[in-house]
């Protein structure tokens, strides 16, 4: 089995996740016999979030490469990013690293394309709902994407950023974004929807949801453990 590398800290609460799910699920593949070697180098998520909320997307691809390269110093042979929004700068890591990272956005795309979605909206922070790294590989794959108009992506983001990175996660926020997902539903016909920040896991799931849920985590860590197994 290869070794996995997660950067990790962007934010804590989806690090816990991945880590938790990548052993529980193997041990369960593996009926009880193996659990993986995981290697976790933790960002300063002030530090990242702050170059992502000033443009300064140089920094934070030399941030972030320089982690990805000490997880392969380590020995991690399946690395990936624990956070969407890092995803941002995910071609100049790759260019800088050299690295074949596992990406949220392809995998997710994949997912998508496998299930015969046409159109599907889009969750995240205000950076993946209004940029195109999350969007590039559904585009290219002929899916529509479709985001909440501004003032209900600007709520989105609030509330990922003040509470759902905090590991807070309230009814009264389910409820609006169970209503911003209905919106999208009625007056864009969206088949699915893209939980595309990693902390939205802990708000909303297939249970709760007016559409299918495709979860990025969920998503993400199949496929790690996938490349992981392989």
């Not at 699920?25 to 998520?45: E, H, N, Q």
């Not at 159109?119 to 999350?134: H, N, R, V």
């Not at 896991?201 to 849920?213: A, F, H, K, Y």
Request: proline fraction near 3%.
């Amino acid at each position: 089995m290869k070794k996995i590398g997660l950067v990790g800290g962007t934010g804590p609460e989806s690090t816990l996740m991945y880590y938790k799910e990548l052993n529980s699920r193997i041990d369960k593949l593996t009926g009880g016999k193996a659990m993986p070697d995981i290697v976790i180098d933790s960002v300063d998520f002030r530090r990242a979030w702050g170059y992502v909320e000033t443009s300064d997307y140089g920094q934070l691809a030399g941030y972030l490469a320089e982690k990805a390269e000490n997880l392969k110093k380590s020995g991690a042979e399946v690395i990936g990013l624990t956070a969407v929004t890092m995803h941002v700068v995910i071609d100049d890591i790759i260019s800088r690293t050299g690295l074949d990272l596992i990406t949220i956005p392809k995998a997710v795309s994949s997912e998508a394309l496998s299930r015969g979605y046409k159109k599907i909206g889009l969750l995240g922070t205000i950076f993946t709902m209004e940029k195109d790294y999350m969007k590039k590989d559904f585009i290219d794959s002929g899916i529509d994407v479709i985001v909440p108009g501004k003032e209900d992506r600007e709520l989105v983001a609030k509330r990922i950023l003040e509470e759902l990175e905090l590991g807070i996660v309230k009814e009264s926020t389910l409820s609006e974004f169970q209503g911003i997902i209905k919106k999208m539903k009625d007056e864009s016909g969206i088949e699915a929807v893209v939980l595309g920040c990693t902390e939205l896991p802990l708000l909303l799931n297939n249970g709760n949801c007016p559409v299918p849920c495709l979860d990025s985590v969920e998503i993400h860590i199949n496929e790690l453990i996938k490349c992981a197994m392989g």
